[in-house]
Protein backbone atom coordinates (compact mmCIF):
# COMPACT_ATOMS: atom_id res chain seq x y z
CA UNK A 1 0.00 0.00 0.00
CA UNK A 2 1.13 3.59 -0.49
CA UNK A 3 0.54 5.30 2.91
CA UNK A 4 1.60 8.91 4.22
CA UNK A 5 2.56 10.02 7.41
CA UNK A 6 2.22 13.63 8.68
CA UNK A 7 5.07 14.88 11.05
CA UNK A 8 8.43 12.57 12.02
CA UNK A 9 8.04 13.34 15.50
CA UNK A 10 8.05 10.15 17.81
CA UNK A 11 4.68 8.24 16.40
CA UNK A 12 4.68 9.74 13.07
CA UNK A 13 8.50 7.90 12.63
CA UNK A 14 7.76 5.32 14.58
CA UNK A 15 4.36 4.22 12.46
CA UNK A 16 6.36 5.58 9.01
CA UNK A 17 8.66 2.93 10.00
CA UNK A 18 7.29 -0.25 10.88
CA UNK A 19 4.75 0.39 7.88
CA UNK A 20 7.60 0.32 5.42
CA UNK A 21 8.88 -2.38 7.60
CA UNK A 22 5.80 -4.52 6.69
CA UNK A 23 6.32 -3.89 3.37
CA UNK A 24 4.34 -0.60 2.56
CA UNK A 25 6.16 2.41 0.71
CA UNK A 26 5.98 4.84 2.71
CA UNK A 27 6.27 9.06 2.84
CA UNK A 28 6.98 10.91 5.78
CA UNK A 29 6.44 14.26 5.73
CA UNK A 30 7.65 17.21 8.02
CA UNK A 31 7.53 20.87 7.64
CA UNK A 32 10.88 20.95 9.73
CA UNK A 33 13.53 20.43 7.20
CA UNK A 34 16.73 19.89 9.47
CA UNK A 35 15.08 16.67 10.59
CA UNK A 36 14.09 15.71 7.44
CA UNK A 37 17.83 16.38 6.33
CA UNK A 38 19.09 13.95 9.26
CA UNK A 39 16.60 11.48 8.29
CA UNK A 40 17.36 11.43 4.85
CA UNK A 41 21.40 10.88 5.84
CA UNK A 42 20.12 7.91 8.00
CA UNK A 43 20.35 9.43 11.12
CA UNK A 44 17.27 9.13 13.57
CA UNK A 45 16.25 12.80 15.59
CA UNK A 46 15.21 10.77 18.62
CA UNK A 47 16.48 7.75 20.59
CA UNK A 48 14.61 4.73 20.41
CA UNK A 49 15.79 0.93 20.42
CA UNK A 50 15.79 -0.49 17.00
CA UNK A 51 14.23 2.17 15.13
CA UNK A 52 17.69 3.58 12.87
CA UNK A 53 18.25 0.00 11.90
CA UNK A 54 14.46 0.04 10.55
CA UNK A 55 14.97 3.12 9.09
CA UNK A 56 18.09 2.68 7.16
CA UNK A 57 16.91 -0.69 6.05
CA UNK A 58 13.65 0.68 4.28
CA UNK A 59 15.76 3.95 2.96
CA UNK A 60 18.20 1.39 0.69
CA UNK A 61 14.83 -0.68 -0.24
CA UNK A 62 13.23 2.60 -1.56
CA UNK A 63 10.33 1.94 0.77
CA UNK A 64 10.89 5.18 3.15
CA UNK A 65 11.01 8.73 1.12
CA UNK A 66 11.52 11.97 4.34
CA UNK A 67 10.35 15.21 2.65
CA UNK A 68 9.02 18.38 3.19
CA UNK A 69 6.80 18.52 -0.24
CA UNK A 70 3.55 18.79 1.18
CA UNK A 71 1.64 18.61 -2.27
CA UNK A 72 3.43 15.40 -3.11
CA UNK A 73 2.98 13.53 0.20
CA UNK A 74 -0.81 13.97 -0.09
CA UNK A 75 -0.71 12.85 -3.54
CA UNK A 76 1.41 9.85 -2.52
CA UNK A 77 -0.34 8.02 0.13
CA UNK A 78 -4.28 6.36 -0.02
CA UNK A 79 -3.96 6.38 3.43
CA UNK A 80 -3.07 9.70 4.80
CA UNK A 81 -1.53 9.40 8.89
CA UNK A 82 -2.04 13.01 11.13
CA UNK A 83 0.66 11.92 13.54
CA UNK A 84 1.55 15.87 14.24
CA UNK A 85 1.58 17.21 18.19
CA UNK A 86 -0.98 17.80 20.26
CA UNK A 87 0.54 20.17 22.86
CA UNK A 88 -1.14 21.02 26.14
CA UNK A 89 -2.58 24.63 25.79
CA UNK A 90 -1.54 27.40 28.73
CA UNK A 91 -4.84 25.71 30.31
CA UNK A 92 -4.59 21.66 29.77
CA UNK A 93 -6.70 20.88 27.00
CA UNK A 94 -4.64 19.48 23.64
CA UNK A 95 -3.86 22.13 21.01
CA UNK A 96 -5.55 21.14 17.91
CA UNK A 97 -3.95 23.54 15.77
CA UNK A 98 -1.06 21.34 13.90
CA UNK A 99 -4.03 18.59 13.55
CA UNK A 100 -6.81 21.20 11.97
CA UNK A 101 -3.63 22.17 9.77
CA UNK A 102 -2.72 18.46 8.59
CA UNK A 103 -6.30 18.23 7.04
CA UNK A 104 -6.36 21.92 5.99
CA UNK A 105 -3.24 20.48 3.45
CA UNK A 106 -4.93 17.14 2.63
CA UNK A 107 -7.97 18.94 1.95
CA UNK A 108 -6.11 21.37 -0.16
CA UNK A 109 -3.56 18.58 -2.15
CA UNK A 110 -5.64 15.50 -2.33
CA UNK A 111 -6.60 13.94 -5.70
CA UNK A 112 -8.14 10.96 -5.06
CA UNK A 113 -10.14 8.82 -2.40
CA UNK A 114 -8.31 9.22 0.89
CA UNK A 115 -8.56 7.82 3.97
CA UNK A 116 -7.14 10.29 6.67
CA UNK A 117 -6.38 8.86 10.17
CA UNK A 118 -5.85 10.43 13.16
CA UNK A 119 -3.20 9.00 15.22
CA UNK A 120 -2.28 11.65 17.22
CA UNK A 121 -4.09 11.65 20.71
CA UNK A 122 -6.55 14.22 20.36
CA UNK A 123 -9.89 15.19 22.07
CA UNK A 124 -13.06 13.27 21.62
CA UNK A 125 -14.87 14.83 18.46
CA UNK A 126 -11.65 15.94 16.46
CA UNK A 127 -12.33 13.20 13.99
CA UNK A 128 -15.80 15.38 13.01
CA UNK A 129 -13.57 18.60 13.32
CA UNK A 130 -11.10 16.99 10.78
CA UNK A 131 -13.88 15.81 8.39
CA UNK A 132 -15.38 19.36 8.97
CA UNK A 133 -11.73 21.23 7.90
CA UNK A 134 -11.63 18.78 4.84
CA UNK A 135 -14.68 19.03 3.51
CA UNK A 136 -14.78 23.21 3.71
CA UNK A 137 -11.14 22.56 1.19
CA UNK A 138 -12.65 20.62 -1.04
CA UNK A 139 -15.80 22.58 -0.95
CA UNK A 140 -13.46 25.69 -1.83
CA UNK A 141 -12.28 23.43 -4.83
CA UNK A 142 -15.82 22.29 -6.10
CA UNK A 143 -14.97 18.83 -5.52
CA UNK A 144 -17.23 16.26 -4.08
CA UNK A 145 -17.05 16.36 -0.10
CA UNK A 146 -17.60 12.83 0.09
CA UNK A 147 -14.05 11.72 -1.49
CA UNK A 148 -12.56 10.56 2.05
CA UNK A 149 -13.17 9.32 5.48
CA UNK A 150 -11.77 9.82 8.52
CA UNK A 151 -10.53 7.45 10.85
CA UNK A 152 -9.42 7.34 14.44
CA UNK A 153 -6.82 4.93 15.29
CA UNK A 154 -4.48 5.73 18.45
CA UNK A 155 -1.39 4.58 19.19
CA UNK A 156 -0.36 2.33 22.10
CA UNK A 157 3.18 2.94 22.21
CA UNK A 158 5.68 2.93 24.98
CA UNK A 159 8.99 4.85 24.54
CA UNK A 160 11.86 2.58 24.19
CA UNK A 161 9.68 -0.92 23.60
CA UNK A 162 7.82 1.24 20.76
CA UNK A 163 9.01 -1.01 17.95
CA UNK A 164 7.93 -4.22 19.53
CA UNK A 165 4.44 -2.74 20.95
CA UNK A 166 4.13 -1.44 16.82
CA UNK A 167 4.81 -4.76 15.09
CA UNK A 168 3.37 -6.90 18.34
CA UNK A 169 0.80 -4.87 19.30
CA UNK A 170 -1.67 -5.91 22.39
CA UNK A 171 -4.36 -4.47 19.95
CA UNK A 172 -5.31 -2.60 17.25
CA UNK A 173 -8.05 0.11 17.79
CA UNK A 174 -10.00 1.51 14.39
CA UNK A 175 -12.51 3.92 15.03
CA UNK A 176 -14.88 3.94 11.76
CA UNK A 177 -17.80 6.26 10.32
CA UNK A 178 -20.90 4.34 9.44
CA UNK A 179 -21.44 5.57 5.98
CA UNK A 180 -20.45 4.02 2.66
CA UNK A 181 -16.88 6.05 2.70
CA UNK A 182 -16.49 4.64 6.24
CA UNK A 183 -17.14 1.11 5.83
CA UNK A 184 -14.54 1.40 2.66
CA UNK A 185 -12.03 3.00 4.68
CA UNK A 186 -12.58 0.08 7.41
CA UNK A 187 -11.54 -2.33 4.71
CA UNK A 188 -8.33 -0.29 3.61
CA UNK A 189 -7.10 -0.30 7.21
CA UNK A 190 -8.62 -3.83 7.83
CA UNK A 191 -5.85 -4.87 5.16
CA UNK A 192 -3.25 -2.28 6.23
CA UNK A 193 -3.16 -4.18 9.74
CA UNK A 194 -3.51 -7.64 7.91
CA UNK A 195 0.16 -8.54 8.77
CA UNK A 196 -0.73 -8.14 12.87
CA UNK A 197 -3.41 -9.77 13.04
CA UNK A 198 -1.93 -13.31 11.75
CA UNK A 199 -2.47 -15.43 14.48
CA UNK A 200 -4.96 -14.06 15.98
CA UNK A 201 -6.90 -10.87 15.28
CA UNK A 202 -6.58 -7.90 17.38
CA UNK A 203 -8.40 -5.37 15.86
CA UNK A 204 -11.16 -3.99 18.08
CA UNK A 205 -13.69 -2.42 15.62
CA UNK A 206 -15.86 0.80 17.14
CA UNK A 207 -17.09 3.95 15.95
CA UNK A 208 -15.05 6.92 15.92
CA UNK A 209 -15.78 8.85 19.53
CA UNK A 210 -15.36 5.62 21.19
CA UNK A 211 -12.34 4.77 19.81
CA UNK A 212 -10.87 8.17 20.89
CA UNK A 213 -12.50 7.71 24.37
CA UNK A 214 -10.22 4.59 24.47
CA UNK A 215 -7.06 6.19 24.07
CA UNK A 216 -7.54 8.78 26.96
CA UNK A 217 -9.25 6.29 29.21
CA UNK A 218 -6.30 3.13 28.80
CA UNK A 219 -3.78 6.40 29.77
CA UNK A 220 -5.91 7.63 32.56
CA UNK A 221 -6.59 4.19 34.10
CA UNK A 222 -2.56 3.20 33.82
CA UNK A 223 -1.67 6.48 35.62
CA UNK A 224 -4.72 6.33 38.29
CA UNK A 225 -2.68 2.52 38.90
CA UNK A 226 0.34 4.41 39.53
CA UNK A 227 -1.11 7.33 41.34
CA UNK A 228 -2.91 5.00 44.14
CA UNK A 229 0.40 2.59 44.14
CA UNK A 230 2.62 6.35 45.40
CA UNK A 231 -0.45 6.63 47.81
CA UNK A 232 -0.35 3.29 49.02
CA UNK A 233 3.35 3.39 49.03
CA UNK A 234 3.47 6.63 50.84
CA UNK A 235 1.21 5.50 53.59
CA UNK A 236 3.41 1.86 53.76
CA UNK A 237 6.46 4.57 54.97
CA UNK A 238 4.61 5.51 58.12
CA UNK A 239 2.82 2.09 59.01
CA UNK A 240 6.16 0.31 58.56
CA UNK A 241 4.60 -1.75 55.64
CA UNK A 242 6.41 -2.71 52.35
CA UNK A 243 5.02 -1.48 49.18
CA UNK A 244 6.62 -4.60 47.05
CA UNK A 245 4.88 -7.00 49.48
CA UNK A 246 1.73 -5.35 48.99
CA UNK A 247 1.95 -5.21 45.56
CA UNK A 248 2.67 -8.81 45.16
CA UNK A 249 -0.13 -9.29 47.53
CA UNK A 250 -2.67 -7.59 45.74
CA UNK A 251 -1.42 -8.32 42.04
CA UNK A 252 -1.61 -12.20 42.57
CA UNK A 253 -5.72 -10.98 42.39
CA UNK A 254 -5.94 -11.86 38.53
CA UNK A 255 -8.84 -8.45 38.69
CA UNK A 256 -5.93 -6.36 39.52
CA UNK A 257 -2.88 -8.17 37.89
CA UNK A 258 1.02 -7.27 38.59
CA UNK A 259 1.84 -4.74 36.20
CA UNK A 260 1.58 -0.55 36.15
CA UNK A 261 1.91 -1.13 39.89
CA UNK A 262 5.13 0.01 40.69
CA UNK A 263 5.45 3.11 43.17
CA UNK A 264 8.02 5.65 42.75
CA UNK A 265 8.83 9.58 42.20
CA UNK A 266 5.59 9.77 39.96
CA UNK A 267 4.48 9.40 35.93
CA UNK A 268 6.38 11.53 33.71
CA UNK A 269 6.55 11.50 29.84
CA UNK A 270 4.65 12.97 26.77
CA UNK A 271 1.64 11.11 27.26
CA UNK A 272 0.21 10.81 31.07
CA UNK A 273 0.52 13.71 32.12
CA UNK A 274 -0.78 15.82 29.27
CA UNK A 275 -3.61 13.45 28.31
CA UNK A 276 -4.63 12.82 32.06
CA UNK A 277 -4.67 16.58 31.84
CA UNK A 278 -6.56 16.79 29.03
CA UNK A 279 -9.18 13.99 29.83
CA UNK A 280 -10.04 16.15 32.60
CA UNK A 281 -10.02 19.10 30.05
CA UNK A 282 -12.68 17.67 27.69
CA UNK A 283 -14.77 16.39 30.44
CA UNK A 284 -14.91 20.17 31.76
CA UNK A 285 -15.78 21.14 28.64
CA UNK A 286 -19.12 18.83 28.40
CA UNK A 287 -20.11 19.97 32.25
CA UNK A 288 -18.66 17.25 34.03
CA UNK A 289 -15.76 17.29 36.75
CA UNK A 290 -13.72 14.43 37.02
CA UNK A 291 -12.97 14.03 40.47
CA UNK A 292 -10.95 11.23 40.84
CA UNK A 293 -8.56 12.20 37.28
CA UNK A 294 -8.19 15.73 39.05
CA UNK A 295 -6.28 13.64 42.57
CA UNK A 296 -4.69 11.52 40.02
CA UNK A 297 -3.09 14.25 38.99
CA UNK A 298 -2.72 15.91 42.52
CA UNK A 299 -1.12 12.95 43.94
CA UNK A 300 1.34 12.83 40.78
CA UNK A 301 2.55 16.24 41.56
CA UNK A 302 2.88 15.45 45.41
CA UNK A 303 5.11 12.15 44.25
CA UNK A 304 7.49 14.03 42.34
CA UNK A 305 9.32 15.90 44.87
CA UNK A 306 8.68 12.97 47.43
CA UNK A 307 12.46 12.17 47.28
CA UNK A 308 12.99 15.81 48.28
CA UNK A 309 10.58 15.73 50.92
CA UNK A 310 13.00 12.23 52.40
CA UNK A 311 15.66 14.64 51.85
CA UNK A 312 14.22 17.57 54.05
CA UNK A 313 13.27 15.41 57.24
CA UNK A 314 16.94 13.75 57.03
CA UNK A 315 18.99 17.15 56.44
CA UNK A 316 16.24 19.80 57.41
CA UNK A 317 15.30 22.55 54.84
CA UNK A 318 18.54 24.57 54.27
CA UNK A 319 20.81 22.12 51.91
CA UNK A 320 23.58 24.54 51.45
CA UNK A 321 27.08 22.27 51.71
CA UNK A 322 25.30 19.05 50.65
CA UNK A 323 25.85 17.14 47.39
CA UNK A 324 23.47 15.04 46.09
CA UNK A 325 24.56 12.53 42.88
CA UNK A 326 21.61 11.50 40.76
CA UNK A 327 21.87 8.71 38.52
CA UNK A 328 18.82 8.93 36.11
CA UNK A 329 17.47 12.05 34.44
CA UNK A 330 15.40 10.36 31.44
CA UNK A 331 11.16 10.14 32.39
CA UNK A 332 12.03 6.24 32.46
CA UNK A 333 14.65 3.85 31.30
CA UNK A 334 15.35 3.54 27.15
CA UNK A 335 14.84 6.76 26.26
CA UNK A 336 16.28 10.10 26.08
CA UNK A 337 12.95 12.29 26.94
CA UNK A 338 12.83 14.66 29.52
CA UNK A 339 9.33 15.73 29.14
CA UNK A 340 7.86 16.44 32.66
CA UNK A 341 10.83 13.82 33.84
CA UNK A 342 10.41 14.15 38.23
CA UNK A 343 14.63 14.51 37.55
CA UNK A 344 13.59 17.88 36.62
CA UNK A 345 11.50 18.83 39.65
CA UNK A 346 13.87 17.69 42.33
CA UNK A 347 17.15 19.05 40.33
CA UNK A 348 15.28 22.80 40.46
CA UNK A 349 14.21 22.00 44.14
CA UNK A 350 17.68 20.95 45.52
CA UNK A 351 19.26 23.56 44.00
CA UNK A 352 17.07 26.09 45.26
CA UNK A 353 17.64 24.90 48.92
CA UNK A 354 21.15 25.29 47.96
CA UNK A 355 22.58 21.99 47.16
CA UNK A 356 25.25 21.18 45.20
CA UNK A 357 24.04 18.15 42.37
CA UNK A 358 26.08 15.77 40.21
CA UNK A 359 24.28 14.20 37.70
CA UNK A 360 24.28 10.92 35.35
CA UNK A 361 22.47 9.57 33.07
CA UNK A 362 23.56 6.77 30.45
CA UNK A 363 21.50 8.59 27.30
CA UNK A 364 19.88 11.77 28.13
CA UNK A 365 22.14 13.98 29.31
CA UNK A 366 22.02 16.18 25.69
CA UNK A 367 18.20 16.66 26.43
CA UNK A 368 18.44 17.03 30.25
CA UNK A 369 21.14 19.85 29.80
CA UNK A 370 18.31 21.71 27.81
CA UNK A 371 15.37 20.98 29.89
CA UNK A 372 16.99 22.12 33.10
CA UNK A 373 18.70 25.16 31.43
CA UNK A 374 14.57 25.99 30.90
CA UNK A 375 13.71 25.21 33.84
CA UNK A 376 16.12 27.26 35.28
CA UNK A 377 16.04 30.49 33.30
CA UNK A 378 14.79 32.44 36.35
CA UNK A 379 18.07 31.83 38.57
CA UNK A 380 20.56 30.82 36.03
CA UNK A 381 23.38 31.49 38.67
CA UNK A 382 22.10 28.66 40.42
CA UNK A 383 23.39 26.10 37.26
CA UNK A 384 27.17 26.70 38.68
CA UNK A 385 25.75 23.84 41.25
CA UNK A 386 24.62 21.49 38.76
CA UNK A 387 27.63 19.47 37.13
CA UNK A 388 27.28 16.22 34.07
CA UNK A 389 29.26 13.35 34.24
CA UNK A 390 29.72 10.76 31.66
CA UNK A 391 31.16 7.79 34.22
CA UNK A 392 28.29 7.11 36.95
CA UNK A 393 30.61 6.59 39.78
CA UNK A 394 32.22 10.38 38.85
CA UNK A 395 29.02 11.56 39.79
CA UNK A 396 29.12 9.59 42.78
CA UNK A 397 32.39 10.94 44.19
CA UNK A 398 32.24 13.14 47.44
CA UNK A 399 28.03 13.02 47.13
CA UNK A 400 26.36 12.89 50.32
CA UNK A 401 23.55 10.77 48.87
CA UNK A 402 22.89 8.76 45.90
CA UNK A 403 19.51 9.37 44.52
CA UNK A 404 18.37 6.77 42.11
CA UNK A 405 15.54 8.99 39.61
CA UNK A 406 15.45 6.42 36.66
CA UNK A 407 15.85 2.44 36.92
CA UNK A 408 18.43 1.83 34.08
CA UNK A 409 19.36 -1.04 33.97
CA UNK A 410 22.85 -0.33 34.49
CA UNK A 411 21.86 1.12 37.78
CA UNK A 412 20.64 -2.07 38.86
CA UNK A 413 24.19 -4.37 40.37
CA UNK A 414 26.79 -1.59 40.31
CA UNK A 415 29.99 -2.59 42.32
CA UNK A 416 28.71 -1.29 45.93
CA UNK A 417 32.15 -1.33 47.37
CA UNK A 418 33.43 1.07 45.17
CA UNK A 419 30.19 3.28 45.15
CA UNK A 420 30.30 3.08 48.99
CA UNK A 421 33.93 4.37 48.90
CA UNK A 422 33.06 7.35 46.24
CA UNK A 423 30.54 8.52 48.21
CA UNK A 424 30.61 10.95 51.10
CA UNK A 425 27.83 8.96 53.20
CA UNK A 426 27.01 5.71 52.06
CA UNK A 427 23.21 6.78 51.56
CA UNK A 428 20.89 5.90 49.24
CA UNK A 429 17.27 7.31 48.24
CA UNK A 430 16.32 5.10 45.44
CA UNK A 431 13.39 6.80 43.95
CA UNK A 432 12.88 3.74 42.07
CA UNK A 433 13.06 1.03 44.25
CA UNK A 434 14.88 -0.76 42.25
CA UNK A 435 17.41 -2.06 45.19
CA UNK A 436 16.33 -5.12 47.85
CA UNK A 437 16.71 -2.80 50.82
CA UNK A 438 18.12 -5.85 52.98
CA UNK A 439 20.76 -6.51 50.45
CA UNK A 440 21.73 -2.55 50.44
CA UNK A 441 22.23 -2.29 54.06
CA UNK A 442 23.92 -5.62 54.27
CA UNK A 443 26.88 -3.73 51.79
CA UNK A 444 26.63 -0.87 54.83
CA UNK A 445 24.59 1.63 52.90
CA UNK A 446 21.88 3.75 54.66
CA UNK A 447 18.97 2.98 52.37
CA UNK A 448 15.38 4.74 51.89
CA UNK A 449 13.17 3.32 48.75
CA UNK A 450 9.50 4.31 48.24
CA UNK A 451 7.80 2.09 50.94
CA UNK A 452 10.06 0.50 51.00
CA UNK A 453 10.99 -1.81 54.23
CA UNK A 454 14.34 -3.85 54.79
C1 LIG B 1 2.43 5.48 27.93
C2 LIG B 1 1.57 4.20 27.86
O1 LIG B 1 2.14 3.18 28.67
C3 LIG B 1 1.43 3.72 26.42
O2 LIG B 1 0.55 2.60 26.37
C4 LIG B 1 0.87 4.86 25.57
O3 LIG B 1 0.77 4.49 24.19
C5 LIG B 1 1.79 6.06 25.68
O4 LIG B 1 1.87 6.46 27.06
C6 LIG B 1 1.20 7.17 24.83
O5 LIG B 1 0.09 7.64 25.13
O6 LIG B 1 1.79 7.51 23.81
P1 LIG B 1 5.08 5.98 27.96
O7 LIG B 1 4.69 7.37 28.37
O8 LIG B 1 6.06 5.80 26.88
O9 LIG B 1 3.76 5.14 27.52
O10 LIG B 1 5.70 5.29 29.23
P2 LIG B 1 5.27 4.27 30.36
O11 LIG B 1 6.16 3.10 30.31
O12 LIG B 1 3.83 4.02 30.36
O13 LIG B 1 5.66 5.11 31.65
C7 LIG B 1 5.05 6.36 31.98
C8 LIG B 1 5.50 6.85 33.32
O14 LIG B 1 4.91 6.07 34.35
C9 LIG B 1 7.01 6.77 33.56
O15 LIG B 1 7.44 7.96 34.17
C10 LIG B 1 7.18 5.57 34.48
O16 LIG B 1 8.30 5.70 35.30
C11 LIG B 1 5.90 5.67 35.28
N1 LIG B 1 5.48 4.35 35.85
C12 LIG B 1 5.12 3.32 35.05
C13 LIG B 1 5.43 4.20 37.24
O17 LIG B 1 5.74 5.14 38.00
N2 LIG B 1 5.01 3.00 37.75
C14 LIG B 1 4.65 1.95 36.98
O18 LIG B 1 4.27 0.90 37.53
C15 LIG B 1 4.71 2.13 35.58
Not at 107 to 130: I, L, Q
Request: charged share 25%; aromatic share 8%.
Amino acid sequence: MKITVIGTGYVGLVTGACLAEQGNHVFCLDLNQEKIDILNAGGVPIYEPGLKEIIERNLAYGRLIFSTDVSAAVAYGDIQFIAVGTPPSEDGSADLSYVLEAARQIGRHMNRFKVVVNKSTVPVGTADKVTEVIAQELLNRSLPSENFSVISNPEFLKEGAAIEDFMRPDRIVIGSQANAAGFAAKEMMRQLYAPFNRHHERTYYMDVRSAELTKYAANAMLATRISFMNEIANLADVLGADIESVRQGIGSDTRIGYSFLYAGTGYGGSCFPKDVSALAKIAEHHGQELKLIKAVEEVNEYQKNILVKKIINRYGKDLAGKTFCLWGLAFKPNTDDMREAPSRVVIRNLLMRGAQIKAHDPVAMHEARLAINGDMSDCTELLEDLSFHEDPLDAAQGADALLIMTEWKSFRSPDFHTLKQALAAPVIFDGRNIYDPQLIIDQGFEYEGIGRKA
